[in-house]
């Protein structure tokens, strides 16, 4: 028998029931907790299972969110800063760099005859610009003097590289600044006032041809209703724009029943919108029962309408000879081979009845 065993011979009679007997409850509690089985590596376990309840006060309530963030905020603010080991003084050390002078050695010196040598002497700062794009020197210059000089064939650049030869416009210090371009200015506000174009198609005005309310943003959408409802009896618009107007669906229903009715409309615009694929599939529901229209836009719209509205906007580009000209950027390769096919057969038909008619050309 080795030492080991009968180490453990001595325990084999110890009555352990005996032993529990005379723990304290403290001792009880605190064998129990060496007891438990945890596994605080085991991710798929609560945060309760992985680790021993070592809390002792009571909770004090249920838990406020808001409550604790005001407090943690609190507290972050009221933290002092940590002290710099070193205080900053702005003071600089060191000396500054400074580039040695290169002594070009007398093998490598260019020798130019003196023809060039005079004409370089008396070349000016624009010349000076123009022979160094010639010659592939584009870090002498920005890119707008450099290709200046490539696309002209005359010097018309005349901002130069600096008598200097080092710095100018396009160089400060060595380094090529970015042209300075004019900004754009934003396009001026709508000046079209809605009530007095709604009483015009309402009268049927005869000089009303064109309604374009593009870019209006605070158009009230009975508003909006009330003009597809008036335009089903107006015979002179031919032309009707809602682009980037928030219209949504009902908007979207309202044009398509104008559509049903409306039988001098060749154009409708209803890019930049908010229209989903329901209101996409009315109005090119409506289309197929409209014989004038020839040019509908619906691009661009908030949500992408999906393979079977692209489906449908292709069948009815195939269905309806009328239309020539559809505004909608396909994602599918499917339906754009089929709605390209479409619009090429609608304008050769188109040219071939204005050839027949002995119209002239469209285009």
Not at 13 to 19: K, L, P, Q, R, V
Not at 265 to 293: C, D, H, Y
Request: glycine share 4%; with cysteine; proline share 7%.
């Amino acid at each position: 028998m080795s030492s080991y065993q009968k180490e453990l011979e001595k325990y084999r009679d110890i009555d352990e029931d005996e032993i529990l007997r005379t723990l304290s409850p403290e001792e009880l509690e605190q064998l129990d907790c060496e007891l438990q089985e945890m596994d605080p590596e085991n991710m798929l376990l609560p945060a309760g299972l992985r680790q021993r309840d070592q809390t002792k006060k009571s909770p004090t309530g249920p838990l406020d969110r808001e409550a604790l963030l005001q407090y943690l905020e609190q507290q972050a603010l009221e933290a002092k800063e940590r002290e710099d080991l070193v205080p900053y003084t702005g003071e600089k050390k060191g000396k500054p760099f400074i580039q040695p002078k290169r002594e070009i050695p007398a093998q490598e010196q260019i020798t130019l005859e003196p023809e060039l040598e005079a004409a370089l002497a008396n070349a000016t700062d624009a010349e000076m610009c123009d022979i160094a794009a010639i010659l592939g020197m584009y870090t002498l210059m920005s890119n707008k003097q450099y290709y200046d000089a490539l696309c002209s064939g005359e010097i018309c650049n005349t901002e130069g590289i600096s008598s200097k030869r080092g710095a100018g416009p396009g160089r400060a210090g060595g380094v090529v600044q970015p042209d300075k371009y004019k900004p754009v200015p934003d396009e001026p506000p709508n000046p079209t006032n809605i009530e007095e174009i709604l009483k015009s198609v309402r009268s049927n005005d005869k000089e009303l041809e064109e309604v374009n309310l593009n870019n209006i943003q605070d158009i009230p959408m009975p508003l909006l209703a009330e003009l597809c409802e008036a335009m089903k009896t107006n015979t002179y618009v031919r032309s009707f724009s809602l682009v980037a107007t928030k219209s949504g669906d009902p908007i979207a229903s309202a044009v398509a029943d104008m559509l049903r009715e409306n039988r001098s409309l060749q154009s409708l615009n209803l890019e930049s919108n908010f229209i989903s694929s329901t209101g996409l599939m009315a109005v090119l529901k409506a289309v197929r029962e409209n014989a004038t229209l020839t040019e509908l836009r619906v691009d661009n719209q908030r949500h992408w309408p999906g393979d079977k509205v692209e489906m449908e906007m292709a069948t009815v580009l195939e269905q309806c000879p009328s239309i020539v000209r559809f505004g909608y950027h396909f994602t599918q390769q499917g339906p754009r081979a089929r709605a390209a096919q479409a619009m090429t057969r609608n304008n050769e038909l188109r040219e071939s009845l204005r050839a027949a008619r002995g119209l002239p050309r469209a285009w």
